[in-house]
């Protein structure tokens, strides 16, 4: 059974740093892009980063360019949002999803991970 | 970017109708474009992709079609369950979701 299960989240002041985790199981990782999408509260779906199975390749929604950056380790089938200078509008449930190779739809969702951003 | 819109932002539905949603692209992506399902305090669930190739283990009455910048998701015979919001992706160029569909009882 395909399993994405994020950790790392909670309340963080704005201009500080948060690590996300996304620790996968049931599938062949390193065959998969991954990527992070996040929802606001009532909000609906944004896409955040992707990167490549074999993270040789990322890319960011201009929103978090400079200040997000997706990783992966395929050793330990995990992945990574490292959200750094994080503001009030970065305030959301963030989800970790799989891509299959060369697909571009999101096949597989964890049940996701809420930040607040909030002094 | 592609911008995706999607209409209507809310539908009244009575179970065991046929309804169709719509989701309208800003510049073509072909038939980069997938449907998802998001029921209330859950995670989104792939429905459809590729506008409208069929998923493993999501009912028959879900189908889709389009290409180009006019896409649509039918469900045939509404049941309770599908009470949800429904969100359309593109992954022509990058990746960009609609606003949603919200899918009520009348």
């Known amino acids: 059974e395909v399993q994405l299960v994020e950790s790392g989240g909670g309340l963080v002041q704005p201009g500080r740093s948060m690590k996300l985790s996304c620790a996968a199981s049931?599938?062949?990782?390193?065959?998969?892009?991954m990527a992070w999408v996040c929802q606001a509260p009532k909000k609906g779906l944004e896409w955040v980063a992707t990167?490549?199975?074999?993270?040789?390749?990322?890319y960011y929604r201009d929103s978090v360019k400079g200040r997000f950056t997706i990783s992966r380790d395929n050793a330990k089938s995990t992945l990574y949002l490292q959200m750094d200078s994080l503001r009030s509008e970065d305030t959301a449930t963030y989800y970790c999803a799989s891509l299959n190779l060369g697909e571009d739809y999101f096949d597989y969702w964890g049940q996701g991970v809420m930040v607040t951003v909030s002094s | 970017d592609v911008v995706l819109t999607q209409s209507p932002a809310t539908l009244s539905v009575t179970p065991g109708e046929r309804i169709s949603l719509s989701c309208r692209a800003s510049e073509s992506v072909d038939t980069y474009l997938h449907w998802y399902q998001q029921k209330p305090n859950e995670s989104p669930r792939l429905l459809i992709k590729y506008a409208s190739q069929s998923i493993s283990g999501i009912p028959s009455r879900f189908s889709g079609s389009g290409s180009g910048t006019d896409f649509t998701l039918s469900i045939n015979g509404v049941e309770l369950e599908d009470l949800s919001i429904y969100y359309c992706?593109?992954?022509?160029?990058?990746?960009?979701f609609g606003a949603g569909t919200k899918l009520e009882l009348k």
């Open positions: 049931g599938f062949t990782f390193n065959n998969y892009d």
């Open positions: 990167i490549s199975y074999d993270g040789s390749s990322t």
């Open positions: 992706q593109q992954g022509n160029s990058l990746h960009t």
